[in-house]
């Protein structure tokens, strides 16, 4: 079965870290850009880093660049996300997708075909 599946998500108290994991099952991800998005109760989905298949150059969006960092190992067909000093607004379901395109594309949402996980939740509360 082709699919994407997150885990790593929980409760965590504000300055805390979690690793969300992305990993691929029925194909490899070396040629895929992988995006990680998040989306909160009554907000639209945002884009949050995205890593390119070539150079693993990365993405990230402006709220969490220092903080967040985005890896891969090809080898075992999973992509990571680093979160840490964890905000309370960072708080929402996170999914990770994966497609064909630079990450340009990927994270303005701008693929027609690619894979998205099913989310996992982050939240950052005392």
């Known amino acids: 079965q082709v699919q994407l599946v997150e885990s790593g998500g929980g409760l965590v108290h504000p300055g805390g870290s979690l690793r969300l994991s992305c990993a691929a099952s029925?194909?490899?991800?070396?040629?895929?850009?992988v995006g990680w998005f998040r989306q909160a109760p009554g907000k639209e989905r945002e884009a949050v880093s995205c890593i390119n298949n070539r150079y693993d150059s990365t993405y990230y969006r402006d709220s969490v660049k220092g903080r967040f960092t985005a890896s891969r190992n090809n080898a075992n067909s999973t992509v990571y996300l680093q979160m840490s000093s964890l905000k309370p607004e960072d708080t929402a379901v996170y999914y990770c997708?994966?497609?064909?395109?630079?990450?340009?594309?990927?994270?303005?949402?701008?693929?027609?075909?690619?894979?998205w996980g099913q989310g996992t939740q982050v939240t950052v509360s005392e």
């Open positions: 029925g194909f490899g991800l070396e040629t895929y850009a």
């Open positions: 997708a994966a497609a064909r395109v630079l990450c340009r594309v990927l994270v303005a949402g701008k693929f027609l075909r690619g894979y």
